[in-house]
């Protein structure tokens, strides 16, 4: 679904000053640098309000951001911001494709943040004991694809995915907590 009539408008806004330093993780992979192709918003764009500012929290090189935008969203963010030590001051929602390696702490987060959020995140990240507790303390929805996605790698070469995955939702009040979606 295109959004015309609106400009697609990516804020690269420098707040917070000395807070902003690039993070340091505490493990990090090749994987958790993939980014995200376009397909992969077709399915969560009809669930995701256009009013809603965007933050982008693992920006990486600004694919999804740029796919988000071009569809006419406002969407802030910086590959400087470490989403564990700096919040923007104005936004919405969340939404991102976290580092894989990350994902429990980035799920974590972002229900402390308590703004409604979509992370794209393998299938499999239903599994586990914390992420089990988050889900049962705070409840889950997903959107899931009927194709798995071929993520972006850093050296540009595709690939087949070898994982599927799914939009995790928060506070999107779907109307179902599993919605199957064609791509
Ligand atoms: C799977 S990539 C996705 C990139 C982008 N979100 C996209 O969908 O195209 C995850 C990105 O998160 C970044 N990242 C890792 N730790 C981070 C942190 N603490 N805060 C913000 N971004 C982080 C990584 O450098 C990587 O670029």
New binding site residues.
């Given amino acids: 679904m295109m959004r015309a009539g609106k400009m697609a408008r990516i804020d690269i806004h420098h707040q917070g000053g000395a807070e902003m330093k690039k993070?340091k993780?505490m493990k990090?992979r090749s994987s958790?640098?993939?980014?995200?192709p376009e397909i992969a918003i077709n399915c969560l764009v009809p669930y995701l309000p256009e009013s809603w500012a965007i933050w982008?929290?693992?920006?990486?090189?600004g694919?999804?951001a740029k796919h988000l935008s071009k569809r006419g969203y406002n969407v802030v963010g910086n590959p400087d911001?470490?989403?564990?030590t700096f919040e923007p001051e104005h936004y919405s929602c969340i939404v991102?494709?976290?580092?894989?390696s990350?994902n429990d702490e980035f799920l974590e987060r972002c229900y402390i943040l308590d703004k409604p959020f979509a992370l794209l995140m393998p299938l499999t990240a239903l599994e586990g004991k914390k992420r089990g507790s988050l889900y049962n303390l705070y409840g889950i929805q997903l959107i899931i694809p009927n194709k798995r996605i071929n993520f972006i790698t850093p050296t540009g070469e595709g690939g087949g995915a070898w994982f599927q995955t799914a939009w995790f939702t928060w506070k999107f009040n779907l109307q179902r907590d599993l919605i199957f979606v064609n791509l």
């Fill in positions: 993070y993780n990090s958790d640098e993939f980014g995200t982008e929290c693992a920006w990486g090189n694919s999804l911001w470490d989403f564990f991102t494709n976290p580092p894989y990350l």
